[in-house]
């Protein structure tokens, strides 16, 4: 525990922000595998039925994320703002 926190609520204060740091660790890693895997597939441009459901799917991640406060509103719509973009010029270079 960092520091001398002696009172019961800062003891269940450093508890919690332990257990959210956890949760949102695993919340915000599984949303980058999301949008690496889209840009990847993006990149190779090999299947575009494949690369929709991905970018789909890591939109979908982006929003979840967002809602939970794990990550700001403003930055998902960033985020998906750029990824749609790369997709798009995906499109039209195929």
Known sequence: MPGKKLHMSALKAVRRDARKSVYRGTVRASTRTNV?????????????ATTEAAVQAAISALDKAAQKGIIHKNQAARRKSRLMAA???ARAAA
């Open 36 to 48: 690496k895997r889209a840009r990847t597939l993006i990149a190779s441009a090999k299947t575009p």
């Open 87 to 89: 997709l798009n010029k």
